[in-house]
């Protein structure tokens, strides 16, 4: 029987599942930021916002992927994720208060897990960073993931329907974070035969650290919808992942949760 390319088939769909949130996202900011311009023209009756904090700590947390992922790059055996934590500080617009100004400073991480017969060597001298590939039969570890950790400033123009009182608000933020490399490294756990079976302990890890493959700045496009203290976020790194040059160009796309004061 003829074979059929599964595999081709799939990256078709997911290219361009990537390329839609891309076209979303620059829709969204261009829309938002147009209405926020037009709110700022006009006079309006603001909220009495005595007694709404300004200053607020935002947590992010979902998935992550990698985009445009040539065959030697296999993700999988875990789910990828992230973590986010921001200090922030929300300024109200003085000629409309249902819309504001957000920023501040904080943490964002990622991991990424690799299929487990995928080798990410981060200690090699070669000019890319080799992504290799371990043979079946091979002892290989079960778990592989790739970290970065990224110090980042977000921004964000915000709406609230109901400025004064934000526990009880449809909100909508469109926005961009800046971010600057703190530490990229790889974690390695329960070294097991081609069977599955642990050779050295479920607890056996190893790690490799090394900055030199990895952007040493990120630009990150966000964009999030909710009501109350949760929302639905979404982000896009146009940056890539690496350093150019230094390995295959792939982008990093987020979906998740955030928790909100404001």
């Known amino acids: 029987f003829p074979s059929h390319d599964t595999t081709a088939i799939d990256k078709n769909t997911f290219s361009y599942f990537c390329a839609t949130k891309k076209v979303f996202l620059s829709i969204a900011a261009v829309w938002f930021f147009g209405v926020v311009a037009n709110a700022q023209s ?39 994720r992230h973590f986010n934590m921001y ?52 002892n290989h570890f079960d778990k592989v993931k790739v970290a970065t950790i990224y110090l980042q400033a977000p921004l964000e123009i915000r709406y609230y329907s ?23 490294y790889t974690k390695s756990k329960n ?13 056996y890890i190893v790690k490799e650290q090394n900055k030199r493959f990895f952007n040493a700045t990120d630009i990150t496009l966000t964009g999030r919808a909710g009501y109350g203290i949760f929302s639905f976020d979404i982000g896009y790194t146009p940056t890539g992942v690496l350093r150019d040059g230094y390995g295959p160009v792939m982008n990093k796309l987020s979906a998740g949760i955030t928790i909100s004061g404001l």
């Open 42 to 80: 006009k006079s309006s009756t603001n909220a009495n916002l005595t007694g709404r904090a300004a200053d607020h700590l935002m947590f992010q947390f979902g998935t992550d992927t990698w985009t445009n992922t040539p065959d030697s790059v296999k993700l999988g055996n875990g789910t990828s």
């Open 87 to 138: 200090f922030m500080y929300d300024k109200p617009f003085k000629s409309n208060n249902h819309y504001s100004i957000a920023y501040g400073g904080g943490i964002g991480t990622t991991n990424i897990f690799m299929d487990n017969h995928t080798l990410v060597d981060l200690k090699s001298n070669a000019a890319t960073l080799p992504f290799r590939k371990i043979d079946a039969s091979a």
């Open 162 to 184: 109901n400025p004064a009182n934000p526990g009880k608000s449809w909100k909508l933020a469109a926005g961009v974070k800046a971010g600057f490399l703190f530490k990229s």
């Open 191 to 203: 070294w097991v035969n081609s069977a599955g079976n642990s050779i050295y302990g479920k607890s």
